[in-house]
């Protein structure tokens, strides 16, 4: 058994975005420096997806495979309100609602937000962390499908479909990356780690396999945001950044899949 977990968010806007418009020599046209796009149907956008998807499961050879999308920023935003505020001005995608119906529907994909909708459960959770969670249960005959560098961060096995090429990660890489992370935030999420401090400043601060890079990292909260401020918002950014792998995933059973040679 070798289980694809696959985070499809990603998914949506590679089947839902619009093609480049190509001249007679195959070239993109631009307009005043800009790409001309196409908007897809929703048909052309299911094949899309559907390519994509099957393309994952033969190169990995997958024999079987679980997807999850949609989930929710609840758990973070109860304790930083501004969690990914930065990306409530997006344009949504078209058809991206009938797009998540179509992957529930024709791949059994977890549509984490109906899933517990229809069970009468508040979820709190992102796709990440069920995408974890499951991993850390499945280690042994699974692996993870993403692009997402928070997921291709974690300790094991992954696949980056956008690059085609795997990714092994042992639990002190892991580490290393999350306090690094820890020092320098994530703008894509809207968190904001220690002003000044980038990915060079990180590396030389989390240094060493016998290191307490916990005790490191609060240090250079406190000693730039005062004792104060510093465990607060180090409180704070951890749990914004920090992926949970504790959920109960019992419930989401794999599907088989038929590599096709």
């Not at 590679?14 to 020599?25: H, Q, R, S, Y």
């Not at 393309?55 to 109860?78: E, H, N, V, W």
């Amino acid at each position: 058994m070798k289980t694809a977990i696959i985070d499809a968010d990603h998914i949506f806007f590679i089947a839902l975005t619009g093609e480049k418009v190509l001249d007679e020599n195959g070239e993109p046209i631009k307009q005043d420096g800009k790409f001309v796009y196409r908007q897809r149907t929703f048909e052309e956008s299911c094949n899309v997806a559907d390519s994509y998807i099957t393309s994952i499961l033969d190169l990995t050879q997958a024999t079987d495979y679980i997807g999850f999308y949609s989930g929710s920023s609840t758990y973070r935003k109860q304790t930083y309100s501004e969690y990914k505020a930065n990306r409530k001005d997006l344009e949504p995608l078209n058809n991206l609602d009938l797009m998540k119906g179509y992957l529930k529907d024709k791949w059994n994909f977890i549509w984490l937000s109906y899933e517990f909708v229809e069970q009468g459960v508040n979820n709190i959770y992102e796709t990440d962390d069920y995408v974890a969670s499951f991993y850390k249960q499945n280690k042994e005959t699974s692996f993870i499908v993403s692009p997402d560098k928070d997921l291709l961060a974690l300790e094991g096995n992954h696949y980056n479909p956008k690059r085609n090429e795997w990714v092994n990660n042992e639990s002190w890489v892991a580490d290393v990356n999350f306090w690094k992370s820890m020092i320098i935030g994530d703008t894509s999420d809207n968190i904001k780690g220690i002003p000044g401090k980038g990915e060079k400043y990180a590396e030389k601060a989390i240094v060493g396999l016998d290191s307490d890079f916990k005790k490191i990292v609060l240090e250079e909260y406190v000693n730039f945001f005062g004792e104060y401020k510093g465990i607060k918002q180090f409180y704070v950014n951890y749990m914004s950044l920090k992926i949970v792998d504790s959920l109960d995933v019992k419930q989401f059973i794999p599907i088989r899949y038929e590599i096709k040679r």
